[in-house]
């Protein structure tokens, strides 16, 4: 199956686009265009939520997300500045299990390895892993991805529909780039079998307590 191009003003951008259920032949062709699409040049400080019922049914087809951890010493707010395409396309009913995403170093392009961006997405709304009151429950798995992708970008099937997704930076960066020590549509959950890299668990916590709410 032919890949089709990422359109031009994808460059130098992360791009997440999302199908429903009837469309994984047109996410596995990597074709985003009639995908409801999120763009952004920002590789934010602290991890930026979405929810998906929130961002495709807003009136403005660009805007400003924040994070919801701030650094009390930086007058400019941490986020992501983004632009949505089809975002007309966008219906609130229907179950959206397919996520294409692009992330390259445009300087210096090498899939597999680590990506600036850190991708994940959730089956619970506000990018919740576990359902409070049931934490056990097998049906909320989510993914993280951070290697990045080829040119024409990656598709990922989830098991259940997407209700949320977070964008946020590698942590340490500098001390992975250039190296395959990255994750590649890890899914984590209660029914999952994957196990957390002892290294990026340490890193994100160490993020964590160096940001000042």
């Known amino acids: 199956m032919a890949c089709s191009s990422p359109p031009q003003e994808l460059y130098g951008r992360l791009a997440i686009a999302f199908f429903p259920d009837s469309q994984g032949d047109s996410c ?72 294409w995403v692009r992330m390259v170093n445009e300087l210096v392009p090498h899939e597999g390895r680590t990506s600036r961006w850190f991708y994940e997405q959730y089956t619970l709304p506000d990018c919740q892993d576990v359902r409070l009151g049931d934490e056990k429950s097998d049906d909320v798995p989510f993914y993280w991805i951070n290697c990045q992708t080829d040119k024409h970008g990656d598709c990922k099937t989830a098991a259940y529909p997407i209700r949320s997704f977070a964008i946020w930076r590698t942590v340490n960066y500098d001390d992975h780039e250039g190296n395959d020590d990255c994750r590649r549509w890890t899914e984590f959950g209660a029914a999952s079998t994957a196990r957390i890299n002892a290294r990026w668990l340490m890193a994100a916590m160490v993020m964590v307590m160096l940001v000042v709410v």
């Open 28 to 99: 596995k062709a990597k074709d985003i265009s009639r995908a409801i699409t999120l763009t952004t040049p920002i590789i934010p400080e602290a991890n930026t939520c979405f929810n998906m019922s929130d961002i495709f049914s807003m009136n403005s087809n660009s805007g400003f997300q924040k994070s919801k951890q701030q650094s009390g010493g930086d007058p400019t707010p941490w986020g992501v500045s983004w632009d949505l395409i089809n975002q007309d396309l966008y219906d609130e009913n229907a179950n959206y299990t397919h996520t």
